[in-house]
Nanobody, 120 residues
C-alpha cells in the first residue's frame, strides 16, 4: 500500500523560505512530483523528479524552487525560496508508477496536501 505524507507547510512573509517534505512508503525509485492548487484555480504541476537524478521545475517557480529526493530515506523535498503571495496554495506530493516523469498530471498516488500561505 502506498502512502504519502507532506509536512513543512505554514505561513511566511513574502521573500521568505519554506522546505516541504513528503515521506513516501510503498514505492521506491519512481517518478515523484509536487503540485499546488490555489483557491479557484486548477492544480498546477510545479516540479518533478525521476527515480534517481535531477528534477525539473516549472517556469513559474524556476530559480526559486528546487526539488530533490533522498531515496534511502524515502523522502521527497521542495525547497521554496523568495516566496511570493501568488505561491499561496495547498501543495501536494504525488507519485507516478515508472522511473521517468512524462509531461502529464496523471499521477497514481497523492498526499493529502499541506497549506502554504505567503503574506505581503
Amino acid at each position: 500500500q502506498v502512502h504519502m505524507q507532506e509536512s513543512g507547510g505554514g505561513s511566511v512573509q513574502a521573500g521568505g523560505s519554506l522546505r516541504l517534505s513528503c515521506v513516501v512508503s510503498g514505492v521506491s525509485y519512481t517518478c515523484l512530483g509536487w503540485f499546488r492548487q490555489a483557491p479557484g484555480k486548477e492544480r498546477e504541476r510545479i516540479a518533478t523528479i525521476p527515480g534517481s537524478g535531477s528534477g525539473t521545475v516549472a517556469e513559474s517557480v524556476k530559480g526559486r524552487f528546487t526539488i530533490s529526493r533522498d531515496n534511502p530515506k524515502n523522502t521527497l523535498y521542495l525547497q521554496m525560496n523568495t516566496l511570493k503571495p501568488e505561491d499561496t496554495a495547498i501543495y501536494y506530493c504525488a507519485a507516478r508508477r515508472g522511473w521517468s516523469c512524462p509531461a502529464t498530471n496523471e499521477y497514481d498516488y497523492w498526499g493529502q496536501g499541506t497549506q502554504v500561505t505567503v503574506s505581503s
